[in-house]
Every structure is written in structure tokens, then in C-alpha cells.
């Protein structure tokens, strides 16, 4: 008979547990099951394991230039994407879209980082114009950003102030052909464990700015093409940059048509192999001092000032 009455209160226990959490518990979840564990969550948060996480999030704007016009809104991306909203409607990220006129169109992005380590070609080709990213979209556990914004080249616009980049090992192409950027702060972005940055600003033909000033490039192995056909750059300061493990130069500054100036001072350069091309094309330039620069292990110097007539005084010792 007690066995009997346990029962009968345990089913009218469950039956009348109130679904909804009570105020305080858990502001992520929207309903909860006896033992006060998530069974539905608020907008922005997800379950996992009877919990819920909040979704990562970024915005972004698009701008259409004709009617109907087919979009690629995250290019190659292939993460887990939660919800993807465009103009407050929900839409399906695998798709691609029309849009009936033209005009600005704010997106949403909810995606979950938890187990993400790359972000190799995430918005390769996307036809976003600005990105803002939350101070949900939490970076440190990615190892990989090479190409992450390539060939974006409506891309006029990019907040990156919340990105933890301490554990990114490459971020080779990182903005590579970014066409429309015209300047970037870079000023918290941290470079310590970074081996590979070679083609990191390729063909930004419109950057006219850039802050480099807390790169620490000390583990960079690889410049190739970092500045490459940054035609539009008239002056560079690097000179807080740790060239001491660097092996490539390669076309660093090739094709930097306006640059007039640049502060090499703190090169080391004795561990380079190829500076072919490297200030091929610089036709303003002036005056180089590369008096700290040191060729012994350099087998390539090809074409190292090639049109560069301009350059009346190079220091070399």
C-alpha cells in the first residue's frame, strides 16, 4: 500500500512540475524538466548535454546591386550554422537567395564554435559589405584563419576588436584580395604562436591604412606576398616587426605602386632564402635603408628592385 502511494505521488509530482524555469535558475532556458535541466532554451542558446550554450554570433550587412540577384552569403563556409536570419526573417543557410529589390539587408548569423578549430575559406567569396562580430563569437580555440576572408570583395567595413587570436597558428590569406577594404585595425590581435602570413594582404588595392603596431611576428616563417599589389598603401611601419625566423620575402612589396616610404630597421634577415621581386614595382620609393639586412643565407634576389626607378639611395651597410 505505501509502495502503491509512493507511486501515486511521484506521477502527480511530474504531472504538475511547472515546465517553465522559475525566475533566477537559468535565464537560458525556456522550459525545464523535474531535475531543473534544460528541455527548451530562449532564442540565442542551444542544448547540449542538458544544458544550454549560448549560439556565436556575427552580423552582417548586403547590399544588392540589381533585382534578383543571387547571392553567395558565406561563401565556402561548411560549420554547423544554428539559425541564419536575413531582414528578421529565418532562412536556410545551405540555400542561396533572391532578393526582390534593391536595397541594404541585415543578416544574423548563429553558429556554435564549441568544437571548431579552423576557419579556413569561411566567408571565401561572400558578398557581405560589413561584418560585425558579437562579443559572443569567441576565437580562442581556433588554430587556423588562412583565407578566412579571400576574395570578399565587397567587403567594405570589418569589426575585429572581439577576435582572440593567441592560439591561430595560420592566417596565410587572411584578407587576400579584399578589394574594397580601405583600412583595418588590427591593434588587438595577437600573432605570438602565427608561423605562416604569407599573401595576408594580397591585392588590397584600397587600403590605405592599416595598424600593425602589436604584430608579434616572431614564429612567422612565411611573408611571400604579404603586401602584394597594395597599390594603394603609401606608407608602412614595421618597425616592431620580429623577422628573425622569416625564410620567404618573396614579392613582399611587390607591385606597392604608392608607397613612398617604409621602415625596415628592425629586419633580421639572416635566416631568409628568397627575396625575389620583394620591392619589384615600387616605383615611388625613394630611399631604402637596408643596412641591417643580412643575405647570407638568401639564393634568390631576382628582380629584388625591378622598376623601381624612383629609388636614387639604397643603404646597405
Known amino acids: 500500500m505505501v509502495i502503491i502511494s509512493g507511486t501515486i505521488f511521484l506521477i502527480f509530482f511530474f504531472l ?3 515546465s517553465v524555469c522559475e525566475s533566477g535558475e537559468n535565464e537560458k532556458c525556456k522550459t525545464c ?12 542558446y542551444k542544448l547540449k548535454e542538458g544544458a544550454c550554450i549560448i549560439n556565436y554570433s556575427f552580423e552582417a550587412l548586403y547590399y544588392t546591386k540589381t533585382p534578383n540577384e543571387t547571392v553567395n552569403l558565406l561563401g565556402d563556409f561548411n560549420f554547423i550554422i544554428e539559425e541564419m536570419f536575413i531582414d528578421g526573417k529565418k532562412v536556410y543557410p545551405w540555400k542561396k537567395y533572391k532578393f526582390e529589390s534593391i536595397g541594404s539587408h541585415s543578416i544574423l548569423v548563429l553558429i556554435d564554435l564549441s568544437q571548431i578549430s579552423s576557419f579556413e575559406s569561411m566567408f571565401f567569396k561572400s558578398e557581405m559589405v560589413s561584418i560585425y562580430f558579437t562579443e559572443k563569437f569567441n576565437t580562442e580555440k581556433i588554430e587556423d584563419m588562412n583565407y578566412m576572408f579571400d576574395t ?9 576588436s572581439v577576435f582572440n587570436t593567441r ?3 595560420d592566417m596565410s ?3 587576400s584580395e579584399c578589394t574594397s577594404l580601405k583600412s583595418l585595425d588590427l591593434s588587438n590581435f595577437n600573432n605570438e604562436k602565427v608561423e605562416d602570413m604569407n599573401s595576408f594582404f594580397y591585392k588590397c588595392n584600397s587600403l590605405t591604412s592599416i595598424d600593425l603596431s602589436n604584430f608579434n611576428t616572431k614564429n612567422v616563417i612565411n611573408f611571400l606576398d604579404f603586401f602584394n599589389e597594395c597599390n ?22 611587390k607591385d606597392c605602386i604608392s608607397l ?7 629586419f633580421e634577415t639572416s635566416r631568409v632564402e628568397d627575396m625575389s621581386n620583394m620591392f619589384s614595382n615600387c616605383n615611388k620609393l625613394v630611399s631604402l635603408d637596408l643596412s641591417n639586412f643580412n643575405t647570407k643565407s638568401a639564393n634568390n634576389m631576382n628582380d629584388m628592385f625591378k622598376n623601381c626607378y624612383s629609388l636614387i639611395m639604397i643603404f646597405l651597410f
Open 173 to 175: 590569406g587572411m584578407f
Open 33 to 44: 524538466d523535474i531535475f531543473n535541466k534544460c528541455n527548451s532554451c530562449n532564442p540565442g
Open 167 to 169: 592560439n591561430v597558428l
Open 16 to 18: 504538475n512540475r511547472e
Open 232 to 253: 594603394s598603401l603609401t606608407s608602412i611601419d614595421l618597425s616592431n616587426f620580429n623577422t628573425e625566423n622569416v625564410e620567404d620575402m618573396s614579392n613582399m612589396f
Open 260 to 266: 613612398f616610404f617604409i621602415d625596415l630597421s628592425g
Open 152 to 160: 570578399c570583395i565587397k567587403l567594405t567595413s570589418i569589426d575585429l
